[in-house]
């Protein structure tokens, strides 16, 4: 799953693609070398791919304030591993195998960004009840395990979104797919959202990749 593979989806998405929203993507980098010190102590001990990962999501997020007209920066990685933006910049990151993608616009236009990367194919069937319930897989398509992908997925991209504003970790069952509104709903109250309340997700599949990006824009 080639990283221009991903890049074509995106171009082909045109005006369904949420304006203001840059977004780059760039292969996973073996050699590391244009990182900043602070990017570098957060993998110095980590292994090679995922050294690789965490340098091409960097490089891609710079490629993506660039896009912005945002002059280069550092991105370090919080304690709670999440990316610390530059001042007035909301983003996010996911990498797969060969690509790595990051999404970043204005705080004045989006409160935050989530997005996920996922290759296209059917999750192992034992894990799907973590996942979601069977009517939320039900909802999301009659294929149960490709279902549970596409589930998966918009659920990480959600769950990044949120968690600048809630700083709350929690699991699959927080978020629940209402297919009547196409959006993700919290179960419970995860402040500051409320149960019930919804998170966009936009979901596109095809070339054997799966995206998902939630944005949560401001108007
Ligand atoms: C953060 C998390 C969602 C990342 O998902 P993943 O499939 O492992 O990996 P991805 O490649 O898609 O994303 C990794 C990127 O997420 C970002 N990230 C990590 N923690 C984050 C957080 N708390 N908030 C937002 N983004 C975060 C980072 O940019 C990371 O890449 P980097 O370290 O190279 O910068 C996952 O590891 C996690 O902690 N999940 C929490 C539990 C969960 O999934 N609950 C269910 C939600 S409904």
Partial sequence: MPAAVLEKMIAGLGSAWPAGVAVAIC????EPGDLYPVEEAAVSRA???RRAEFAGGRRAARRALAALGHPEVAIPMAEDRSP???EGIVGSVSHCDTACIAVVARQSDYMALGVDIEPFNPLPEDILPEIGLASELDAVGPDRRLAGR???SAK??????QYPLSRTLFGFDALRYDG???ALRFAR??????KGQTIP???WTGDGLCLSLSALSRT
Avoid: D
């Fill in 201 to 203: 997700v936009s979901q």
């Fill in 47 to 49: 292994v090679t791919g």
């Fill in 189 to 194: 109250p995860v402040p500051p959202f409320a």
């Fill in 180 to 182: 009547a509104v196409r």
């Fill in 156 to 161: 990480e991209a959600a769950y990044k979104a």
């Fill in 150 to 152: 596409q589930l998966f």
């Fill in 84 to 86: 610390i933006w530059p």
């Fill in 27 to 30: 292969p996973p980098q073996s």
